[in-house]
């Protein structure tokens, strides 16, 4: 929980003497892992745009007598997700039926992972906008089948429901995070992270727009009690920590929201209906809302069920997990790298700066393609070429890492200066005007017009105009 960020919330409101809420946010994310097969048989797991149940099967289906067999693949992949969460690895797991009724779930209940699950009690640190990192605890990741999938459509002039049962029982991941997420900001900063360490670990597409990636989020709010101020610091240090431990008695769950921008719009949303709720005595109600992406607003579905709704017990068909270590050293040596590794290795070994790092890393394959063109190139930079990478918007898939140090070889022939030339020239032309540098700091741009004219009565090549105006900003940012 960030403590600082409280404690100066705290501090303003003694200040300011008005009612305050901090949020509550916890996050829930399900993930369709990409495995050939479903979650407990053979069929395909491969169903977006096939013909409506054509990848189905009696177990998928929940026929009487239909029994399950655990997919070993995706039972792996989610360890090893939860490994590259930081989690633990209990060595007894098992599955569990979590019974309600609905019709895109034929058996009446779905396997999932209730009181043991793969993996618990991770962590992944973000960085907020700030630059200052912040830790999110994860409670617990696990795995559980997908459900089929309703289409509402007008047949005949009748307003009818469709079953397709393709999805029902494609391996599903559920991340749940510990409370500790304070504004959509960082809900939306770890939810790309998360996205991205699933992307790298080529578990799942995780495609929002095919629903492969889910988002929930949940929140609530805390008053933040005005407090007459401490006689002394132990004292303060004691509220503090009296307020940190209260969670809210109440929560509400917004459902399957399929972008990142909606998932931050819809926690906006929430702490304003909420603290609105709140100032005028009243407790929100707990309950399970939608987003509404036309409206821009929640809207209640229904109430809140708690887990003994579900009568969850033991699923009696699948035995239970049981590792040793050997195996599970054996998935965790598997573990590709990760992007926090990827960017640390870019800064280290050609020497990019941070933020050239972070856009590299965000894909694996764009990182891959990075180190293969420095391996290549003789006389060109890394940073010339991860400029290419950033600026150039290079299409990676059609365009081999040999032709583009080729392309980028031969500009500079073009041009008649190398980048090395150009930055030294940029460099010296920075130092020799202060006065114009900080104008354009304060934010005239006309002195970063300046700036390149300078260049370019050096450089004498008029082509070279916007990418000399790119480096100038670069190297005043
Ligand atoms: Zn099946």
């Known amino acids: 929980m960030n403590k600082n960020c409280l404690s100066a919330q705290v501090e303003k409101l003694e200040i300011e003497n008005f ?25 395909a797991a491969d169903f977006f745009g096939k013909e409506p149940n054509s990848h189905c099967c009696p177990v998928c289906l929940g026929l009487p007598g239909a029994l399950p ?36 779930l034929p058996k009446g209940y779905q396997i999932s992972q209730y009181d043991q699950p793969l993996c618990i009690n991770g962590k992944l640190k973000i960085t907020l ?16 089948e997908d459900t089929g999938k309703l289409l509402h459509a007008e047949i005949n002039g009748k307003k009818s429901t469709l079953i397709d049962f393709n999805r029902s029982g494609v391996p599903l991941v559920e991340i749940v995070t510990e409370p500790d997420i304070r504004s959509s900001e960082e809900a939306r900063i770890f939810l790309k992270k998360l996205h991205q360490i699933i992307r790298y670990l080529s578990i799942s597409d995780a495609d929002m727009e095919k629903g492969s990636m889910r988002l929930e989020p949940n929140i609530s709010l805390r008053e933040i009690k005005n407090q007459k101020s401490p006689a002394s610091p132990s004292e303060a240090g004691r509220a503090k920590i009296k307020i940190d431990e209260e969670l809210p008695k109440y929560k ?26 709140l100032s005028k005595g ?45 195996t599970l050293n054996k998935l965790r040596k598997n573990l590709p790298p990760l992007p926090d590794n990827i960017i640390k290795k870019l800064i280290k070994t050609y020497k990019l700066s941070l933020y050239d790092s972070t856009i590299i890393a965000d894909n694996s394959a764009v990182a ?14 890394a940073k010339t070429i991860a400029n290419w990478l950033i600026n150039k918007k290079i299409d990676i898939k059609n365009l ?21 030339e150009l930055y030294k020239i940029i460099r010296n032309i920075i130092q020799n005007y202060p006065k114009a540098v900080s104008d354009y700091k304060s934010g005239k741009e006309s002195a970063l017009m300046f700036l390149v004219g300078m260049v370019m009565r050096e450089v004498k090549n008029s082509s070279l105009a916007d990418k000399i105006k790119l480096i100038i900003k670069e190297q005043l940012s």
């Open 19 to 43: 009612c305050m809420f901090e949020s509550i946010i916890g996050l829930e994310i399900h993930v369709e892992l990409k495995t050939k097969s479903k979650m407990f048989c053979g069929c």
């Open 69 to 104: 067999v655990p997919n070993k693949k995706a039972i792996e992949w989610c360890v090893m997700l939860g490994m590259a969460l930081d989690c633990q690895i209990p060595e007894f797991s098992k599955f569990d039926r979590k019974n309600y009724f609905y019709p895109d």
């Open 129 to 144: 906008p700030d630059g200052k990192e912040k830790i999110i605890k994860i409670r617990r990741v696990h795995l559980e």
């Open 252 to 277: 509400v769950e917004v459902k399957n929201i399929n972008s990142f921008a909606f998932a931050k719009k819809a926690i906006d949303f929430e702490i304003k209906r909420q603290s609105e709720l």
């Open 282 to 326: 009243e407790t929100p109600q707990q309950e399970t809302r939608g987003w509404n992406e036309k409206q821009q607003m929640t809207t209640s579905q229904r109430s809140k069920e708690e887990a003994h709704d579900y009568r969850y017990f033991p699923e009696p068909d699948i035995p239970p997990i049981c590792w040793n270590k050997e």
């Open 368 to 381: 891959d393609y990075f180190e293969k063109c420095v391996s290549l190139a003789k006389n060109i930079p």
């Open 400 to 420: 081999s890492p040999d032709n583009l140090v080729k392309k980028i070889a031969q500009s500079q022939q073009d041009s008649g200066i190398t980048d090395d």
